[in-house]
C-alpha cells in the first residue's frame, strides 16, 4: 500500500481511490466538477483520480474544521444556511398523520414539487427560511402560549395587522422547531398555479406546534 502511486487518504475513509481508479475517464469528470475542479479536460485518467482524491479529501477535511470550530454549533440553526439535525428528512413516530404521509419530501433547497398544488413536508432549515422569505414572513410565536423560558406556539407574520404574534429570531424559531420535533408541511404553489401560504407544523407525537 505505501508503494501505491496517488494520495491514499489514510484519515478520510469516505474518499475511495479504488473506486474513483474503477470509473470511467468521463464519470471521473462529473466528479471532478462536482468538487468544482477545472481544466481537466486534457487529464488523463491518473491524473483525473489524483486531482478528484484530492479535492475530495479536502473537503472532507474542511467539513471536520467546520464542525469542529471552536464556539461553532452546527446543528442549531442561527441565521448561517443549515440542513438541521435531521438532514431535512421529516420526523416519524406513532402518531404520524395522514396529510404528512401523503406529502412529498423535500430535502434539499434543489428538490422541486412533482406538480402543482403538491403537498410537501420537511425539516431543512434552508428550505423553511428561504419558503417563508420568499413571502416576506417572519418567524414569530403566539404572544401568551410560552412554557417558562420557552417559545409557545411557532407561526410566521405574513406582514398582518394582529399583535398577538411576537417576532423571535430564526435561532429562535429553529431552536423550538427542532426540539418538539416538528414537521413542516406547506405548499408552494396552489393547484392554479399562484403562490400558496398555506403551512402547518405538525408532531407525530401530537405535542402542540
Do not use: C
Amino acid at each position: 500500500m505505501a508503494n501505491e502511486p496517488g494520495n491514499q487518504t489514510p484519515d478520510t475513509p469516505d474518499v475511495s481511490e479504488t473506486e474513483l481508479r474503477g470509473m470511467k475517464v468521463d464519470e471521473l469528470r462529473s466528479e471532478a466538477k462536482e468538487e468544482g475542479l477545472s481544466g481537466t479536460s486534457g487529464m488523463r485518467k491518473g491524473e483525473l483520480v489524483d486531482a478528484v482524491a484530492k479535492a475530495k479529501q479536502e473537503h472532507a477535511a474542511g467539513n471536520e474544521r467546520d464542525d469542529d470550530a471552536s464556539g461553532s454549533e452546527p446543528d442549531d440553526a442561527s441565521d448561517d444556511v443549515g440542513a438541521g439535525p435531521d438532514g431535512g428528512r421529516i420526523r416519524t413516530g406513532s402518531e404520524t398523520s395522514k396529510s404528512l404521509k401523503y406529502s412529498q419530501e423535500i430535502t434539499s433547497p434543489d428538490e422541486d414539487p412533482e406538480r402543482e398544488g403538491r403537498s410537501l413536508a420537511t425539516t431543512h432549515h434552508e428550505v423553511i427560511k428561504q419558503w417563508a422569505e420568499s413571502r416576506g414572513a417572519r418567524p414569530a410565536t403566539v404572544d401568551g402560549t410560552e412554557h417558562g423560558d420557552h417559545l409557545g406556539v411557532l407561526r410566521f407574520d405574513f406582514n398582518e395587522d394582529t399583535d398577538k404574534l411576537r417576532h423571535v429570531s430564526w435561532d429562535e424559531w429553529f431552536r423550538t422547531f427542532d426540539e418538539r420535533q416538528l414537521n413542516f408541511i406547506y405548499q408552494e404553489q396552489r393547484k392554479d398555479g399562484n403562490q400558496s401560504n398555506f403551512f402547518i407544523l405538525e408532531s407525530p407525537n401530537r405535542e402542540d406546534a
